[in-house]
T-cell receptor, first 116, second 111 residues
Framework: GAVVSQHPSWVICKSGTSVKIECRSLDFQATTMFWYRQFPKQSLMLMATSNEGSKATYEQGVEKDKFLINHASLTLSTLTVTSAHPEDSSFYICSAFLAGGNNEQFFGPGTRLTVL | SQQGEEDPQALSIQEGENATMNCSYK?????LQWYRQNSGRGLVHLIL?????REKHSGRLRVTLDTSKKSSSLLITASRAADTASYFCATGNTGFQKLVFGTGTRLLVSP
């Protein structure tokens, strides 16, 4: 099946710093990628839809200026958490949409962010 | 919130027993998918059932869909300890497949 990677797998940072998370589709091109956030023992909540070559579409309640998304190529989307605070600590998961067939999303392994 | 509900929230069974998880959703859908997530890991796609299908099988998995009741069930037969994980349903619309995830069921299978 299609493979999606995320980097880093975990990151610890100080409050006020910015953190960039990469999501790559390794063996297919994805015009659309999605970013989710998952708090402990909770479900995935969609944060934004990342579209290659255009601005991301954010879900209600998600701050655009805080969670910067860039989808500069068909295989890479990045999420930058700016001026991170402890409440931003979470598990961030991306997925890449493979058009055609079942129109499936393939999920990355996730990135654990801890903000001290 | 458009998020679906799953029940039970947690399920504890013995190896060899069957596990049934239920999912209810709120809006019209194109398809419904089930995913598994091991603790602290990404999601693994298990099975997709389209809105015009009523039942689907894959190995030890059986999924049903009742669009009139806006509900789905996932049955895992002859469970194994390795099935211990969280299971999520997710509903998809047409087009770009924006998924809405259910609240999840934490399954514990004891040897």
């Amino acid at each position: 099946g299609a493979v999606v990677s995320q980097h880093p797998s975990w990151v610890i940072c100080k409050s006020g710093t910015s953190v960039k998370i990469e999501c790559r589709s390794l063996d297919f091109q994805a015009t659309t990628m999605f970013w989710y956030r998952q708090f402990p023992k909770q479900s995935l909540m969609l944060m934004a839809t990342s579209n290659e070559g255009s601005k991301a579409t954010y879900e209600q309640g998600v701050e655009k200026d805080k969670f910067l998304i860039n989808h500069a190529s068909l295989t890479l989307s990045t999420l930058t958490v700016t001026s991170a605070h402890p409440e931003d600590s979470s598990f961030y998961i991306c997925s890449a949409f493979l058009a055609g067939g079942n129109n499936e999303q393939f999920f990355g392994p996730g990135t654990r962010l801890t903000v001290l | 919130s458009q998020q679906g509900e799953e029940d039970p929230q947690a399920l504890s069974i013995q190896e060899g027993e069957n596990a049934t998880m239920n999912c209810s959703y709120k809006t019209s859908i194109n398809n419904l998918q089930w995913y598994r997530q091991n603790s602290g890991r990404g999601l693994v796609h298990l099975i997709l059932i389209r809105s015009n299908e009523r039942e689907k099988h894959s190995g030890r998995l059986r999924v049903t869909l009742d669009t009139s009741k806006k509900s789905s069930s996932l049955l895992i037969t002859a469970s194994r300890a390795a099935d211990t994980a969280s299971y999520f349903c997710a509903t998809g619309n047409t087009g770009f497949q924006k998924l809405v995830f259910g609240t999840g069921t934490r399954l514990l299978v004891s040897p």
